[in-house]
């Protein structure tokens, strides 16, 4: 047996950056709780003290599974989409537009029209840059970044303007109508059925990814870009493909999000997904297989923060400063990954 | 050793060094002196160990164990050390002078320019190394990066040179003036290391040679108390042979009939300048055409050309007859033609993929159901390894291979499929003799049955071992194709390919 065979055990580098988090966000609540004790309590066990808080965190995640798994297809392709905001806001946007123009459906079909054209509409903004790129070598990440920052202001004037509820004391759309509205499970926590969907696109995702011949091809080219090309692989579809199908699973996060959430269109509500998404994506470090345990993780920090300050004397902002420790931990090794693969020897 | 050691310039005892990565010692146990002003050449197949003993040597690594000497020099810190590498270590944004400035150490904060490349200057007349300063590290040629890390060890007054097989990217009439150049560095008390696998070229220059093999010193002696054939036999084992030319197999006069590959009337041009010059080609079914050039010198850009990576201004490409008006790599490969790319590195592998993944490239469909694609891969792969004589494992990364292994990877799965065209670029850069001659029986054997091969290298006994018909590319422009043996020799052929590289 070759000595290289030999598998060492090693904990992967990124428990330290999760353990680091961990250390980071206790360490900024003993130092700026007068009552530590009970920050740390709502901090970590608290939102499994009652169905509210569980509820919400779990449909984070699901939320959140969505667009780390668009981020992750596109990634394996050697895409990256910086756009993942604009594409939620845009599949929410297009699901109630769908929703208030056709008030009444019956249930299922209504939610199966919202969920079309929210998708749809994710897709369909990744694919310009995946067109873009294939044709023109436009960099994706710079186009899937400013397309998305323009449709964002787009959707923003349509919120204010000809999609507005002059009744509501928010700045929304109308509400979309009841009976297409995702039923709660775990009432009174907005957590729904569209948790199935991440049972079935995660293992879906991972069987195509690692037991495919397109899964193959999709991650040669992310790989060794070079290599994929002169071995005659389709760079045309999978500069385009993965990134269409990425939008598409932002827009369907915010189809979802409407239907099962927020029920109508506030003003800039897509609340970090598409960014958070690229943090999990991350700490799963590429790969379907760890992106649940990367999403609980996640949302589990973040959700814990919102309780300690719902129920505590912590500020709006440790939350913030939690998320951003943690964005600045995963980004260090990310870029630790990409010095490996310069060194020389 | 015995010698005195106040004539030795560099003195290595016990030397070991092993690499975490595969447990492997690349040098193992090394001692020898090298004497004040002499050439040794350092020879052994590829992952022998030469490089990393360089490494040490100009303290690029450390190694393990063992302890390394410098008589000459008080501070024993590797000073007098310059090594001009096989791998071009220029920044490419930078051009020549400020990559020199970069390793010239600075009395001042302020770099002073005029100083420094009047000083540069002052070597660039006194060596004959023309090169134009200004020039951005990545315009320049290997020839060009090479002499620019010459100048530098030069700058600095290094007292021991170390060259990683320099003529490697040279052609013939560079390599003669570099092999001049070096005689005289000798004469002036320089102490000269030179890692080759040519003998010939060994024999021409060196006072002593030394074999490494698996990373042990299998022998070192002077030039003169030594036979090529036992040099040979140090470096690859018992029952070796220099490889003379191959036998070859019994030349067809191929068909008449449509050329497998044909360019016609190509001309290319890159940013203004002329690369290809109304270049037109044929090649039948059952022969190997092989093209001897220069890289810089428009073989590279032919080898683009015909793998789809670029497109020709003007002029036609045809594939069995049949005119192919857009070529890309995607349609290249479409036509079930087989590829040796002479990057390897980034055409040829994927590092950071298994080495089933790198086998499994051109096979589209796996046969049999049983089993998940995985699994089908790595018996794919399991196949293909066994048949090509890889050393590694199917789930093992390419990165972690040797080069020699790498390229026997390539070669098996392009071989693999009994491919009817083969474009083959530089195929054995870097090969030991062993797997050169393996390479070469492969090649000849695919002529045999009855493919196209296309042979582009910078390799001129390549060139007259392999081919039937052999023509010459220079500063963008084809010779006459003729057979083997009739107009085309070392000496023509080497006589033509430089002929327009000196302008």
């Not at chain 2, 303290?59 to 096989?86: E, T």
């Not at chain 2, 790599?329 to 002479?342: N, Q």
């Not at chain 2, 796996?366 to 590694?392: D, F, H, M, R, V």
Request: hydrophobic content about 45%.
């Amino acid at each position: 047996m070759n000595p290289s065979e030999k598998k060492e055990f090693r904990l992967p580098p990124v428990f330290l950056i999760l353990l680091l988090c961990i250390a980071a966000a206790t360490g900024l609540i003993l130092l700026l709780s007068n009552d530590p004790a009970e920050a740390l309590y709502y901090f970590f066990p608290g939102i499994f003290s009652n169905r509210l808080y569980l509820g919400n965190f779990l449909n984070y995640s699901v939320l959140l599974s969505l667009t780390g798994l668009g981020i992750i297809i596109a990634f394996n392709a050697g895409s990256f989409n910086l756009g993942g905001e604009g594409q939620v806001y845009a599949g929410a946007i297009c699901a109630i537009a769908a929703a208030l123009k056709f008030p009444d459906l019956p249930s299922g079909a209504g939610i199966i029209m919202m969920t079309l054209c929210g998708t749809a509409a994710g897709a369909l903004l990744a694919a310009l840059s995946g067109i873009m790129k294939s044709r023109w070598q436009v960099n994706e990440l710079i186009s899937t970044f400013l397309l998305s920052a323009g449709i964002t202001k787009v959707i923003d004037y349509l919120i204010l303007g000809p999609l507005s509820n002059p009744d509501s004391y928010l700045i929304t759309t109308g509400e979309i109508p009841l009976q297409y509205r995702l039923p709660p499970i775990i009432p009174p926590s907005h957590f729904n059925l569209s948790f199935l969907l991440v049972f079935i696109l995660i293992p879906a995702s991972y069987f195509y990814l690692h037991h495919s011949r397109g899964g193959y091809e999709l991650r040669m080219i992310g790989y060794n870009r070079e290599f994929a090309r002169f071995g005659g692989l389709n760079l045309g579809m999978y500069d385009t493909a993965p990134l269409t199908v990425s939008g598409a699973l932002h827009g369907l996060t915010g189809a979802i999000a409407v239907s099962g959430t927020y029920f109508a269109g506030i003003l800039g509500f897509t609340f970090g997904l598409g960014w958070n998404g690229i943090a999990v994506a991350m700490i799963a470090s590429r790969n379907p297989a760890y992106l649940l345990p990367a999403v609980l993780f996640f949302s589990w920090m973040t959700q814990g923060a919102r309780v300690a300050v719902l129920q505590s004397d912590l500020s709006l902002e440790l939350g913030n400063i939690i998320q951003g420790v943690l964005f600045l931990l995963i980004s260090s090794q990310a870029l630790r990954g990409l010095q490996k693969k310069r060194d020389p020897l | 050793m015995t010698e005195p050691v106040s004539y030795s310039s560099i003195v290595l005892t016990e030397i070991t060094r092993s690499f975490r990565k595969n447990g492997i010692k690349a040098c193992d146990n090394i001692s020898f002196s090298v004497k004040n002003g002499e050439i040794l050449a350092i020879m052994g197949e590829n992952g022998a160990g030469k490089s990393t003993l360089m490494h040490i040597l100009s303290g690029f690594m450390k190694a393990d164990r063992g302890s390394l000497v410098f008589p000459a020099d008080p501070d024993q810190n590797h000073p007098s050390v310059g090594m001009i590498h096989q791998k071009p270590i220029l920044a490419g944004n930078l051009n020549v002078w400020e990559n020199i400035a970069l390793g010239h150490p600075q009395k001042s904060l302020v770099v002073k320019p005029a100083e420094l490349s009047s000083s540069i200057r002052r070597i660039q007349e006194n060596y004959g190394l023309a090169l134009d300063l200004s020039m951005k590290g990545w315009e320049l040629t290997a020839a060009q990066i090479q002499r620019a890390e010459l100048l530098e060890c030069l700058l600095l007054d290094r007292k021991i040179l170390i060259f990683d097989e320099p003529t490697a990217s040279l052609s013939e009439q560079q390599a003669e003036e570099l092999l001049l150049l070096l005689k005289r560095l000798k004469g002036e008390g320089r102490t000269i290391l030179y890692i080759t696998h040519k003998i010939k070229e060994a024999y021409h220059l060196a006072d002593r040679i030394a074999v490494l093999r698996k990373g042990k010193l299998k022998m070192i002696s002077p030039v003169g108390e030594i036979s090529p054939e036992a040099v040979s036999e140090a470096m690859i084992g018992k029952g070796a042979e220099i490889p003379d030319m191959i036998r070859k197999a019994e030349r067809k006069t191929f068909s008449e009939a449509v050329p497998v590959l044909e360019l016609k009337n190509i001309n290319y041009s890159h940013q203004g300048s002329i690369r290809l010059k109304d270049l037109s080609l044929q090649l039948h079914a059952g022969e190997i055409l092989g093209i001897a050039g220069i890289r810089e010198n428009g073989l590279a850009c032919l080898e683009d050309l015909i793998t789809g990576a670029v497109r020709p201004q003007s002029g036609k490409i045809l594939l069995k007859g049949k005119m192919i008006p857009y070529l890309t790599p995607f349609r290249f490969r479409k036509h079930g033609i087989s590829y040796i790319p002479a990057d390897r590195l980034k055409r040829g592998a994927s590092l950071d993929s298994t080495l089933g993944e790198n086998l499994i490239l051109l096979k589209r469909k796996l046969e049999g159901n049983a089993g998940s694609y995985k699994t089908k891969l790595i018996q794919w792969a399991k196949k293909l390894i066994s048949k090509g004589e890889i050393e590694g494992q199917a789930e093992q990364k390419v990165r972690t291979l040797s080069g020699g292994n790498i390229q026997k990877m390539i070669l098996v799965r392009e071989m693999h499929e009994a491919p009817a065209l083969l474009i083959i670029s530089e195929p054995s850069w870097g090969l030991d003799f062993s797997s050169r001659e393996k390479l070469h029986y492969q090649i000849s054997n695919a002529r045999s049955r009855d493919a196209a091969v296309l042979l582009l290298t910078t390799d001129i006994d390549e060139i007259l071992i392999l081919s039937d018909r052999i023509a010459v590319l220079t500063g963008g422009e084809l010779s006459e194709t003729a057979p083997a043996g009739q107009d085309w020799n070392r000496k023509t052929i080497g006589e033509r390919m430089t002929g327009a590289d000196r302008l």
